[in-house]
């Protein structure tokens, strides 16, 4: 009996703080209220005074408007996918290979959310016949395949093999798994990049291999089905009939750091951030119990997380989907997320991360986490330098990947270190076309497109190097404009001499080492 009264004072104390906390914000956002309505099926004509918010309350859709806009952009729906940059240099210069890095897909919540099973993650492809098309292809391939080509799809597969590439129902948003919106988005970016890069790399000509195409996933399935979907609309059903030349490898982590990712002091220096991350939250006390008293509704267990980025993310699954905001049953009350409660969740958290390139701590944290990969890529580069292959590298990862590449090149764009589903980060190289045919290696620079944004002049080391003025074609303007190539010699430079200069060391050993960081 005790403990029953335990409880329920509890429960009662969270709901007083809920109705202050209700009463405190419609005061703060009252100008907004004439935006956001009540949703059209109700039966609910008369919209509640505030002394009523807390009683009568309905579940409502998260509606497009120019103050939820930009949250609709971490959805990035496969319409929202465009062809940007990608590809448009002209000039005496040729392509010699990409290298490009994914976040996966759209995916279900990776927290137990309430109502999970009254979302509706299908994707609806009919108002874009291009992608509805493919994925019908690409759905009748993967069946086929499976029956009639079992030991060129396992030798393709690799160590996935048995892994599914569809999900097993179009409509379930289950936990952490990639939706069949999420393959859309993929099969769109593979349509962008084919129609950026196909036939300028020459793939139309060439029997792909192994040494051509090069693909790496972590051991999740919704990075290894992004992979596959990206790659079948950007090389073409007619390359994939050669499944057995190529096949998938995996990283054992999601900052594919291969041999470099033990290291104490990237530890170190996340214990710092995580510490700055919350001392900013206590900071603000009226979003740390926004975030208390909208978990409690939101999660199935909300004693579990204090974490903004842990709303947003489930918060994601309604917003990305249609879905009505979600309720609770308290003492025979319901309680409902509202708007302006989403809105402030997701403006506090883009506060945070524009702390991004303020933190000492983040950015050694990420150029550590980073060093592994960028060896990796500076490595493809030399071999698209001396061989003229690999003419693709993917990476396919998560929004941490690409993360912590954009804060050790020192790229702090929004979109770069929130990267949102199915974003893509895009490395090309080029050589400079000589009177001969001898290439030294200062013919060969880079550019890096970020979700179809040229961001290679956002680059620190970039801004002062002898760069390549090519031009590139903008379709927002007449006419061209300048596009400042990289030379390739100044990314080896960095990674060679002035890598760990922040950490008064010389190699990735010595930075990692506890003792240099008192």
Not at 90 to 111: E, Q, W
Not at 315 to 328: G, R
Not at 379 to 393: A, C, D, F, Q, T
Not at 397 to 404: I, K, P, Q, V
Request: hydrophobic share 35%.
């Amino acid at each position: 009996m005790f403990i029953e009264m335990v409880r329920l004072s509890y429960q009662h104390r969270a709901f007083y703080c809920y109705v202050i906390l209700t009463v405190w914000i419609f005061l703060l956002v009252a100008g907004m209220y004439k935006y956001i309505g009540v949703d059209e099926n109700s039966s609910i004509q008369n919209r509640p005074s505030s002394s009523e918010l807390s009683i009568k309350e309905f579940p409502r859709n998260f509606k497009v408007d120019l103050k939820t806009k930009k949250i609709f952009r971490f959805c990035n729906t496969p319409n929202d996918i465009i062809q940007g940059n990608e590809g448009k240099v002209d000039g005496n210069v040729t392509l010699g290979g990409v290298i490009i890095l994914t976040r996966h897909g759209d995916r279900g919540p990776l927290a137990h959310v309430r109502n999970i099973s009254t979302v509706n993650c299908a994707g609806d492809f009919s108002n874009n016949p291009e992608l509805d098309a493919i994925y019908q292809n690409y759905q009748n391939f993967i069946q086929n395949v499976t029956l009639y080509s079992r030991s060129a799809w396992a030798q393709f597969l690799g160590p996935f093999h048995g892994f599914p590439m569809l999900p097993s129902n179009s409509r379930d948003c289950k936990l952490g798994q990639l939706t069949t919106l999420g393959v859309g988005q993929l099969l769109k970016i593979g349509l962008v990049l084919r129609n950026a890069y196909y036939h300028r790399l020459n793939l139309a000509n060439s029997t792909l291999t192994s040494k051509d195409v090069i693909v790496f996933s972590t051991r999740y399935r919704r990075t290894v089905q992004s992979a596959v979907a990206l790659l079948y609309a950007f090389i073409g059903n007619e390359n994939f009939q050669n499944l057995a030349k190529i096949s998938l490898k995996e990283s054992q982590s999601y900052a594919f750091c291969y041999s470099d990712c033990a290291c104490a002091a990237a530890d170190k220096y996340s214990k710092i951030n995580s510490k700055e991350i919350t001392n900013h939250l206590k900071s603000h006390p009226a979003v740390s119990d926004l975030i208390k008293q909208a978990s409690s509704i939101i999660l199935e267990m909300p004693e579990q997380t204090t974490n903004p980025n842990t709303l947003v993310d489930s918060l994601l699954t309604y917003v990305c989907h249609n879905a009505p905001l979600p309720c609770m049953d308290f003492d025979s009350q319901r309680l409902c997320v509202k708007t302006e409660h989403v809105t402030g969740i997701f403006a506090y958290t883009e506060w945070e991360a524009r702390q991004h390139g303020k933190s000492q701590a983040r950015r050694r944290h990420g150029l550590l986490r980073a060093y592994g990969l960028l060896r990796n890529i500076v490595n493809h580069m030399l071999r698209i330098i001396s061989e003229g292959r690999p003419k693709i590298v993917l990476y396919s990862g998560h929004d941490r990947t690409l993360e912590y590449l954009s804060t050790a090149l020192g790229i702090f764009a929004d979109h770069a270190i929130l990267p949102h589903y199915a974003s893509r980060f895009i490395i090309e190289i080029y050589k400079i076309n000589p009177k001969n045919e001898n290439h030294v290696a200062s013919d060969f620079y880079f550019r890096i497109i970020v979700n179809g944004k040229d961001l290679t002049q956002k680059i620190p080391f970039c801004k002062n190097v002898n760069f390549y003025s090519a031009t590139f074609i903008d379709d927002n303007v007449r006419g061209k404009k300048e596009s400042k190539l990289c030379p390739i010699e100044a990314i080896i430079r960095l990674l060679h001499d002035d890598y760990f200069v922040p950490f008064n060391a010389t190699n990735f050993k010595d930075a990692c080492s506890n003792h240099k960081h008192n």
